[in-house]
């Protein structure tokens, strides 16, 4: 058996263990080719088969209704920051953003290339560590913008915001993407980074409703057109095939175990174990995010001794324990556990909090 870690990093994180084994068997000769997938014509009969796979299940995991058009692009969801205002501005009319941390305010600052922006709200005036709640949007504004996870402040919008019903809610997913079930009718657009909640990094998974590919400029460049890629179900050039193909082995062991109700299940019972814990502790250790606003995904939480809080990650990597240093900005300690974290990684994480606490407090 090989040694596996329990991996807490951000991302890319962890995948699934009979994923990554499923790969490494069909490696060398993919389905009697006697070719890696790595190597095959992306024009080929047995590519073209993964590739639709991948997009149905993610059709039919997410229950998206037969209007959302699902696509494979490159350049991470930091591309989406711009091919999001690019593609779903309307002349005349604002594009609206709540501003609840890096990534937020990533995404703002490229749509401002593309016309007038209003934050409509932000979480900036207690360093993110809340989604905000009195938002106020506009009936004419082109969209509206939100972080749904923010990976690095462990904060979760845990339900939609309230938007005009002629006001398409696009959400960067790339941290809680599959977390939970949704009402996918709630969202016009829906992008997230592969490699945080379904596979390996090289792969963006974009998902548009079909009245909003019309929207963009005629002049703009084919690459950066939704509707290009939407127009050729991903294959208008070479997609990423091998991170695709393992988002499809993901999604297919997504299935198997359940779908996204159980997916919603175990995350849950293992965001409480954790969160538990660290409430438990009598301030040894101290939630970062607010309660209402905590993450299912990535559990921030700082050490009531500052000077204890890198002993700890240091004493947390040498059990096995990957990845546990907070982002810099928020310091102390992040857990990410996304959907493919088991139950087991976030028990052994709990017992060591606790032995640690024991010997340090
Ligand atoms: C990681 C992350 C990104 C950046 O993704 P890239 O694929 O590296 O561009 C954007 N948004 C959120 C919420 C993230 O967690």
Redesign the pocket.
């Known amino acids: 058996m090989t040694k596996r870690a329990y991996n807490f990093y951000?991302?890319p994180a962890t995948m699934a263990l009979p994923v990554i084994e499923r790969a490494k068997k069909e490696l060398l000769d993919f389905q009697g080719t006697g070719m890696s997938i790595m190597e095959i014509s992306h024009r080929s009969k047995e590519y073209d088969k993964v590739h639709h796979d991948a997009m149905n299940l993610v059709t039919e995991l997410m229950g998206l209704p037969s209007d959302y058009k699902v696509m494979w692009l490159q350049?991470?969801?930091?591309?989406q920051f711009y091919q999001v205002p690019l593609n779903l501005q309307l002349p005349g009319k604002p594009m609206e953003y709540v501003n609840t941390g890096v990534?937020s305010k990533k995404a703002i600052a490229e749509a401002k290339h593309y016309g007038d922006v209003r934050v409509v709200a932000s979480s900036e005036d207690k360093t993110f560590s809340y989604i905000p709640k009195a938002l106020d949007f506009s009936d004419d504004a082109a969209f509206v913008h939100i972080?749904?996870?923010?990976?690095i402040y462990g904060t979760e919008w845990s339900e939609e915001p309230k938007v005009p019903s002629s006001v398409p809610l696009v959400s960067?997913t790339?941290?809680n993407l599959m977390n939970r079930v949704i009402d996918p009718k709630k969202y016009g657009v829906m992008y997230a980074?592969a490699?945080?909640n379904l596979g390996p990094?090289g792969v963006?998974l974009v998902i548009v409703r079909e009245d909003l590919l019309g929207r963009v400029p005629e002049k703009a460049p084919t690459m950066l057109k939704w509707n290009t890629h939407a127009a050729k179900d991903s294959m208008f050039n070479t997609p990423p095939a091998l991170a695709i193909y393992l988002c499809k082995l993901s999604l297919e062991y997504i299935k198997e175990i359940g779908g996204v109700p159980e997916l919603e299940k175990r995350n849950k019972k293992k965001a409480k174990i954790l969160y538990d814990a660290i409430d438990g502790s009598g301030g040894f250790y101290k939630g970062y995010a607010e309660k209402d606003s905590r993450s299912l995904m990535n559990v921030t939480f700082n050490l009531k001794d500052k000077d204890l809080e890198s002993k700890a990650v240091e004493e947390g990597f040498a059990r096995g324990l990957v990845g546990l240093k907070g982002h810099r900005s928020v310091g102390g300690m992040r857990a990410s556990i996304y959907n493919a974290m088991p139950i087991d990684g976030v028990k052994a994480l709990v017992e060591f909090l606790k032995e640690f606490q024991e010997k340090n407090e």
């Open positions: 951000p991302g350049g991470g969801a930091s591309s990534w972080s749904g996870n923010n990976t960067d790339s941290s980074g490699q945080k990094a963006t």
